[in-house]
């Protein structure tokens, strides 16, 4: 699932516009493309993406050009997105990865500009706060890609709702799938602003701030993102939940600076993370069960039909998330500090293959998770109060327990993790009940470069039996710890235990959110064209698009931001159909397919 998801089936056929020029007669000659802003010398058809996706037909693509883009959305619409996108089979593609900005801050700002005066917080929500805003917002719309771009400065509103950079949203909230193919590929996610880096507001974990990079919800595919960069995230750099069977590829993923570098609530089926790199993050990648919005729960990674896992974790490189000063909000900022992969609450997940290195509690952890949160009252009314737990709530707390089982860990390399030095803190460690009459979470073939693979349970790929079979579990150390590093995380479980002083003090104290710069020399998209129907700015002959045109915004390397075009000052371009009536050619092109965080879903 790794390669592109459409191919070239016809050479472009120029199609001449006359100047009766018709909507219907644009669409009869195949896939139109929509130009945004000026690329070398040649004006596009309008200065504002969302313009120019206003206009667009399902199947249509639309190219931006390098610029600052301070884009508004859809002011009616409930979605509060600078880009919302609700047509089907888009292709949203920028020419540079580097210097095609869909960003948050207000107009007239410097690129992704940290100042706090530039920050746009979005509407008010009739209380005295804001609502926030979201970046690029797909919203029920299917076979949508999003390519080669940067989108930043995207912030929550008061309630934490919104700053999604991308988001791919099939309903969030509902218990259902609303979204299914879909594509991003070469793509940037960050905020330069958080709240807490106001030294006014020092060590605040209060919004406004950017919440998640790369995200979907409901979905279920099939889909690709490949090849992507996201940071400063407060709950997770990358996202991909709410999906029973999520028929997702994450691939060549790099994650920093957030609370988690992936969260994927709820979700599960064919679901792989492969390739990728995580770190300087609090908790490095992070499968979860909860009982909330993202319903329906657990987290199941066995295939559809129940047999095998399908759920895979694997080739990634996950290396020094002990980061507690990154940003941080909910319960996704009381994530255990010092942790490679968290498998919490979840069931019949695979992680195998992995490089685990530098994480100072963990390197892995399967644990069950004793929910405390409330659920929402859609899911109480769908008779989902606790689905796919136990339910031990009291008229004074509610809690849905969840239990890790069926989950496999095999064949990772370890190396210099558990450097806290606290009880239970190893390579390797189980904190959960005895899995029977379910198959127990197995571990096998796991090494560490010391010669010593360090785990809690002692000798675990021993103790805890054979794989497929129920076995005992382990409450031991690491389920203490586990309370102990997150304080507020858990009230309470099948053991209460006492966080002495010692222990919680010997893990890192916050200092205050600290964010990292940018990067604006991430790899671009080799060639932008590919792919695209001839047009002004892409070219062909006899099918082979000519490269020399988009050759000075493709490279990679370093690429400065200074004096990008401020699109939100300009003008709008005359109507398209003026334009194609004073002679543009277009060419069609078959293509072969196979929280909490917003409002208006």
């Given at each position: ?11 472009v ?6 100047a009766?020029?018709?909507?219907s007669?644009?669409?009869?000659a ?8 000026t ?28 610029g ?11 979605q509060k997105?600078?880009v919302?996108?609700t047509t089907?089979?888009l ?7 580097n210097?095609v900005?869909?960003?948050?801050t ?9 100042s ?9 929500d ?11 917002e797909?919203?029920?719309a299917?076979g ?22 991308i988001?791919w949203?099939g309903?969030?909230?509902?218990g259902?799938?609303?979204l ?6 070469y ?15 020092h ?15 409901n ?22 939940g ?7 590829v994450l ?6 600076n957030?609370a988690l ?31 909330n ?10 295939c ?7 759920s895979?974790?694997t080739?990634n490189?996950v290396?020094?998330?002990?980061n ?7 319960i ?8 490679g992969?968290?498998?919490?609450g979840?069931?019949n997940?695979t992680v195998?293959g992995?490089?685990?290195?530098g ?17 929402p ?10 689905r796919?737990?136990?339910d ?6 509610e809690?849905?327990?969840y ?7 095999s064949n990772?390399?370890?190396?210099n ?22 198959n127990g979470n ?10 010593t ?18 076995n005992?579990?382990n ?13 507020g ?8 235990p006492?966080?002495?002083e010692?222990?919680?003090t010997?893990?890192p104290?916050p200092d ?13 998209m080799?060639?932008?064209c590919s792919?695209?129907?001839s ?5 062909s002959?006899?099918?082979?698009h000519v490269?020399?045109?988009v050759?000075?915004?493709t ?15 300009i003008?709008?371009?005359p109507a ?7 002679g ?5 092109v078959?293509?072969?397919r196979?929280?909490?965080?917003g409002?208006?879903?």
């Amino acid at each position: 699932m790794g390669g592109r998801r459409y191919a070239v089936a016809l050479t472009v056929v120029p199609v001449v516009v006359a100047a009766a020029f018709s909507g219907s007669a644009a669409q009869a000659a195949g896939p139109h493309v929509w130009r945004v802003g000026t690329f070398n010398g040649v004006g596009g058809q309008f200065t504002s993406i969302q313009d120019a996706i206003n206009a667009a037909r399902p199947g249509d693509w639309i190219l931006v050009a390098p610029g600052d883009y301070h884009e508004n959305g859809v002011p009616s619409a409930p979605q509060k997105a600078g880009v919302l996108i609700t047509t089907p089979n888009l292709h949203l593609r920028g020419m540079n990865r580097n210097t095609v900005i869909v960003d948050g801050t207000k107009a007239g700002s410097q690129p992704c500009d940290a100042s706090p005066l530039a920050q746009s917080f979005g509407a008010s929500d009739g209380s005295g706060g804001t609502v926030g805003r979201n970046g690029i917002e797909v919203y029920k719309a299917d076979g949508v890609y999003v390519d080669n771009l940067l989108v930043c400065n995207f912030l929550s509103g008061s309630d934490g709702h919104n700053g999604n950079q991308i988001w791919w949203n099939g309903g969030d909230g509902g218990g259902q799938i609303g979204l299914h193919s879909l594509w991003g590929s070469y793509l940037t996610a960050s905020s330069s602003y958080n709240y807490g880096t106001d030294p006014a507001n020092h060590g605040s974990t209060t919004v406004p701030m950017g919440q998640y990079g790369i995200f979907t919800s409901n979905e279920g595919g099939p889909g690709v993102i490949d090849h992507t960069y996201s940071s400063n995230m407060g709950d997770s750099a990358y996202y991909i939940g709410a999906c029973s069977d999520c028929n997702m590829v994450l691939n060549h993923a790099h994650a920093q600076n957030s609370a988690l570098g992936f969260s994927g609530t709820n979700a599960g089926g064919r679901l792989t993370i492969e390739n990728g790199e995580w770190d300087n993050n609090k908790t490095g990648i992070g499968p979860n069960t909860l009982n909330n919005d993202d319903w329906p729960s657990p987290a199941n990674g066995a295939c559809p039909g129940g047999t095998g896992s399908c759920s895979v974790i694997t080739g990634n490189n996950v290396h020094d998330n002990n980061n507690v000063d990154s940003p941080s909000f909910g319960i996704a900022g009381s994530v255990p500090p010092g942790t490679g992969i968290l498998l919490s609450g979840v069931e019949n997940f695979t992680v195998t293959g992995n490089t685990v290195t530098g994480n100072k509690a963990w390197g892995v952890v399967v644990n069950d998770f004793p929910d405390t949160e409330t659920p929402p009252a859609d899911a109480v009314a769908a008779g989902a109060a606790c689905r796919g737990g136990t339910d031990a709530s009291t008229p004074a707390q509610e809690l849905c327990y969840y239990q890790a089982y069926g989950n496999q860990v095999s064949n990772n390399t370890f190396s210099n993790n558990a450097g806290y030095r606290n009880p239970g803190n190893a390579d390797l460690a189980v904190a959960a009940l005895p899995s029977a009459p379910h198959n127990g979470n197995c571990f096998s073939g796991n090494t560490d470069t010391s010669g010593t693979l360090s785990s809690d349970p002692q000798q675990i790929q021993t103790v805890l039996g054979t794989c497929n079979v129920p076995n005992q579990g382990n409450l031991g150390p690491s389920f203490v710890q586990l309370v102990c590093s997150t304080p507020g995380a858990l009230s309470f479980g099948p053991v209460t235990p006492a966080c002495n002083e010692p222990v919680v003090t010997s893990y890192p104290q916050p200092d205050g959110v600290k964010l990292m710069p940018i990067p604006f020399n991430q790899a671009t998209m080799p060639d932008p064209c590919s792919g695209v129907p001839s047009n002004p700015w892409c070219p062909s002959v006899s099918g082979t698009h000519v490269k020399g045109l988009v050759a000075a915004s493709t490279g990679g390397g370093d690429a400065s931001v200074v004096g990008l075009p401020d699109t939100s000052e300009i003008e709008a371009a005359p109507a398209a159909a003026g334009l194609l009536a004073a002679g543009i050619s277009l060419g069609g092109v078959v293509l072969l397919r196979r929280r909490r965080r917003g409002v208006g879903r």
